[in-house]
């Protein structure tokens, strides 16, 4: 496993209101049972970022020189999110099917 130094975990306001998206939908879609199911999956990888955010690719959209900015896919979904000195930025989650446009917004959000 590929583990740093610990960091704090911080959740954007945009991550926020796309989880709230990615659940409604979920529900819609396979019922409240399976929405909260893959909420607690999409939250369990992300409080697991303290430690393991190393572990994640680079974001291929978001290529810098430090690699700051990584992903995580969980199943047709794209969690991304940014290291920075002290903490682990939690940008967005979008779907596969968003353009990269939408995903080059990412970069200037604030935690």
């Known amino acids: 496993m ?3 130094k610990r960091k704090k ?3 954007s306001q945009q991550f926020s209101f796309d989880i ?3 659940y409604l939908y979920g529900e819609e879609l396979f019922g409240a049972t399976a929405a909260k199911s893959f909420i607690a999956d999409i939250y369990g990888r992300i409080w697991s970022l303290d430690e393991m955010y190393l572990l994640n690719p680079e974001c291929r959209h978001l290529q810098t020189k430090n690699k700051i900015y990584r992903n995580i896919i969980v199943g047709s979904y794209l969690i991304i999110y940014r ?3 002290d903490s682990i930025e939690v940008l967005r ?3 596969s099917h968003s353009s990269i446009k939408k ?3 990412s970069r200037p959000i604030k935690p």
Do not use: Y
């Open 93 to 95: 989650i979008l779907h």
């Open 103 to 105: 995903i080059m917004t």
């Open 83 to 85: 290291i920075t000195e």
């Open 2 to 4: 590929v583990a740093g």
């Open 20 to 22: 709230t998206e990615v």
């Open 9 to 11: 975990i911080k959740v």
